[in-house]
C-alpha cells in the first residue's frame, strides 16, 4: 500500500501562490518515491489546481478556511478515511500556511497523525510538529519552541524545488569571453 502524503496549503491573491508550490515541489518527490498525494486547499487558481491533478494528484477544494471549524473537521476526516485505508502506514500531514496555529496542530497531534510543519517564520509560542522544515537561509537563525522529539530541518540545504527545475541541476552558463 502507498503512504499518502495530505498537503493542506491555500493560494490566493491575497496570500500568492508560495505555500502550495512548495508543497507542490514536496508532492512531487513524494510521488517519485512511490507514495500518493491529496491536497486540501482553498485555491482560486485554476491552472494550479490542474497542475496538480495533471501530476497524478488528488485535489479537495475546501470552501472554508482555518480557523473556520470545517477546515479542520475535513483535515480530519481525510486523514482517518486514508489511515483506515492504510492500516500500518498512517499518512502524513503537511501544514503550510501562517494560520495553523497552535490548536490546529495539537488537535492533528491528539488523533496520532503524523505531521510536517512548513514555517518560515518562527510565529508561534509551541509547535505540535513531528517536523518543522525551513528552507530559508536564515532558518537556522530562528528559535522553535517545539516538543522535545521535534525534528527541526532549518536552512537552504532544505530547499524544495519543483521538477522543472532539478532538471536543470548541475548546468553551467557558458560565458564567451569578448
Same mark, same amino acid.
Given at each position: 500500500?502507498?503512504?499518502s $502524503?495530505?498537503?493542506r496549503?491555500d493560494?490566493?491573491?491575497?496570500i500568492?501562490t508560495g ?9 512531487q518527490? @513524494?510521488? $517519485?518515491h512511490?507514495g +500518493?498525494?491529496? =491536497?486540501?486547499s482553498q485555491c482560486?487558481n !485554476? /491552472?494550479?489546481?490542474?497542475q496538480?491533478t495533471?501530476?497524478g494528484?488528488d #485535489?479537495i477544494?475546501?470552501?472554508? /478556511?482555518?480557523?473556520?471549524?470545517r477546515d479542520l473537521?475535513?483535515t ?8 483506515i485505508d492504510?492500516?500500518? +502506514? &498512517?499518512? @502524513?500531514?503537511?501544514?503550510?500556511g501562517? #494560520?495553523f496555529d497552535? #490548536?490546529?496542530?495539537?488537535?492533528v497531534k491528539? %488523533?496520532? =497523525?503524523?505531521?510536517l510543519?512548513i514555517?518560515d517564520i518562527? &510565529? $508561534?509560542? *509551541?509547535? %505540535?510538529a513531528?517536523?518543522i522544515l +525551513?528552507? +530559508?537561509? *536564515?532558518?537556522?537563525l $530562528?528559535h522553535?519552541?517545539?516538543e522535545?522529539?521535534t525534528k ?5 540545504k ?7 527545475f532539478?532538471?536543470?541541476r548541475?548546468w *553551467?552558463?557558458v560565458?564567451p !569571453?569578448?
Amino acid at each position: 500500500m502507498k503512504r499518502s $502524503l495530505v498537503i493542506r496549503a491555500d493560494a490566493s491573491s491575497q496570500i500568492g501562490t508560495g505555500h502550495l508550490m512548495r508543497c507542490l515541489a514536496l508532492a512531487q518527490g @513524494w510521488v $517519485l518515491h512511490g507514495g +500518493n498525494v491529496v =491536497f486540501l486547499s482553498q485555491c482560486e487558481n !485554476n /491552472s494550479l489546481r490542474q497542475q496538480i491533478t495533471g501530476a497524478g494528484m488528488d #485535489f479537495i477544494p475546501l470552501e472554508h /478556511s482555518y480557523p473556520d471549524p470545517r477546515d479542520l473537521t475535513t483535515t480530519l476526516d481525510v486523514l482517518r478515511t486514508l489511515s483506515i485505508d492504510a492500516k500500518e +502506514n &498512517q499518512p @502524513w500531514l503537511v501544514l503550510d500556511g501562517y #494560520f495553523f496555529d497552535m #490548536f490546529y496542530q495539537k488537535q492533528v497531534k491528539k %488523533y496520532g =497523525f503524523p505531521m510536517l510543519m512548513i514555517d518560515d517564520i518562527a &510565529q $508561534l509560542d *509551541h509547535y %505540535y510538529a513531528d517536523v518543522i522544515l +525551513n528552507q +530559508n537561509i *536564515h532558518g537556522t537563525l $530562528l528559535h522553535y519552541c517545539c516538543e522535545p522529539d521535534t525534528k527541526l530541518m532549518l536552512g537552504e540545504k532544505y530547499v524544495l524545488l519543483r521538477q522543472e527545475f532539478l532538471t536543470r541541476r548541475g548546468w *553551467h552558463r557558458v560565458i564567451p !569571453n569578448i
